[in-house]
């Protein structure tokens, strides 16, 4: 089977959609990587062909000039994920040509698969899976971004509809007014719902790499939606750092083990939440802090580290938070439910890009706090660190997570979702994403 993967180049992005491709390659099928160039090398050396297209930097785009608020995020929004669609879509249509392949798996925000499911002309399948949090509509009306919980009474889903009512018309209809305009100079109809709506049902398969613990009851989803579990992204050949063996001793000891990070993404800044972190726990001589720094190096933490701190650049996950007690991170998703999934409790402090979301699950969940800022003080750190220490309902609802998430195969599961579409052969789009079958030559 051929297999065309679509990445945003984004690291979080990347990386579990490298995960599907070396597992089908490893049993055979034909795996094409389209993303930007800046990946070529990290794509090549799982063993994958690699084909690219120019993001020219837009993914990693940031508003300087507008002050934080709607208009700078609507910005930053089109600029990372809408302005490439058109080009994406381009390039898809000649690899479709030219590879002919048997289905196309693209992450949630590589929006080049959009103007393929809104046209009428033959295509592959195309599976959509996304990198974070469930974002459909609400049926309580609260809009998607600003992290609400689940309103609790009717009192609650009348000021979420005001919310809403506000954001609709800061973010959520200009950005969909700027689609279609997008979709419009293509030939194609508009979007059949908001953009994010839109994103997770016009696909012929959403997966949505959690478990229905760590998500909201969203009433009636669409019958392409899966839960998964956990897409386990792959570890980089790395040394393990020098000081792994304290980490060992520490977790033979029953010394509690705090693990911070700020992601690949909003790291730029270590001030937000490794420093004052590693302020909080700095006379804990009764803990063993961890920091990591996404990929940067560690001399580009400006303040001093405690004699309880250990660094590294990067840390392997997948070996590292079985042994954690604690992780404290801004909310990148993948990095939460790896912890999740380890039944790693959590305290969170983040609200850009999709973080407000993903933090305000944590909280809801039971198996964190969510301080629900990008620049917690070091205070509040401690408090909650402490308290998550300290109050086992937390690891409890951890554990829950956990046992949900070792229920399920999540590569397994998209294998065979992939193996079922390919199967069905090509398909052409009907009224609002609806994909019609075609009747296969004899």
């Known amino acids: ?8 180049p984004l690291t979080g992005h990347v990386n579990p959609l490298l995960a599907i491709g070396r597992a089908a390659a490893a049993r055979g099928d034909a795996v094409l990587v389209l993303s930007d160039a800046l990946f070529r090398q990290k794509i090549e050396a799982a063993g994958l062909r690699f084909t690219a297209y120019a993001d020219n930097g837009s993914a990693t785009y940031r508003e300087t000039e507008l002050p934080a608020g709607p208009e700078r995020y609507r910005r930053e929004f089109e600029r990372r994920f809408i302005d490439p669609m058109p080009g994406q879509a381009e390039v898809l249509r000649r690899l479709i040509a030219e590879e002919a392949p048997d289905v196309i798996v693209a992450g949630s925000m590589f929006l080049g698969v959009l103007p393929l499911l809104l ?17 459909l509509d609400r049926p309580d009306h609260a809009p998607v971004g600003l992290g609400l919980p689940p309103a609790r009474d009717r009192a609650e889903r009348v000021r979420y509809a005001a919310l809403k009512a506000g954001m609709d018309a800061a973010f959520t209809n200009p950005v969909r007014a700027y689609t279609d305009r997008e979709l419009a ?18 696909p012929d398969l959403f997966l949505q790499p959690t478990v229905p613990g760590f998500e909201y009851d969203y009433g009636a989803l669409p019958p392409g939606l899966r839960f998964i579990g956990l897409l386990q992204p792959p570890t980089p050949p790395a040394p393990l750092p020098d000081w792994w063996p304290e980490l ?10 705090v693990l911070v990070t700020q992601g690949t993404l909003a790291n730029a800044d270590f001030g937000e939440l490794i420093e004052p972190t590693l302020a909080a726990l700095a006379d804990r001589d009764d803990l063993l802090v961890l920091a990591t720094t996404g990929g940067r190096p560690v001399t580009t933490l400006r303040a001093p580290i405690p004699s309880n701190t250990r660094l590294s650049s990067f ?19 993948g990095s939460v439910s790896q912890a999740l999934a380890s039944g790693v409790p959590i305290v969170s402090a983040g609200l850009t890009e999709d973080k407000a979301e993903v933090n305000a699950r944590i909280g809801w969940s039971g198996a964190g706090i969510n301080l629900a800022t990008n620049t917690p003080n070091p205070e509040a750190l401690r408090d909650a660190v402490e308290r998550v220490l300290g109050e086992p309902a937390f690891r409890q609802r951890a554990d829950v997570l956990q046992a949900a998430f070792a229920s399920r195969d999540a590569m397994a599961g998209i294998l065979t979702a992939v193996d079922d579409l390919a199967r069905s052969g090509p398909v052409r789009s009907g009224g609002a994403g609806l994909a019609v079958p075609l009747a296969r030559s004899a």
């Open 315 to 333: 840390l392997p996950f997948r070996d590292l938070l079985p042994r954690v007690s604690v992780l404290v991170t801004n909310g990148g998703y």
């Open 1 to 8: 089977m051929k297999i065309l993967i679509a990445a945003t």
């Open 119 to 135: 046209d009428e002309a033959p295509r592959p399948p195309i599976v959509t899976v996304n990198v974070s949090f469930l974002f």
């Open 185 to 202: 100079t293509l030939g194609l109809p508009p979007l059949p719902a908001s953009l994010p709506h839109s994103i997770v049902v016009l």
């Open 248 to 257: 060992e001793a520490a977790n033979n000891a029953g010394k509690p083990v």
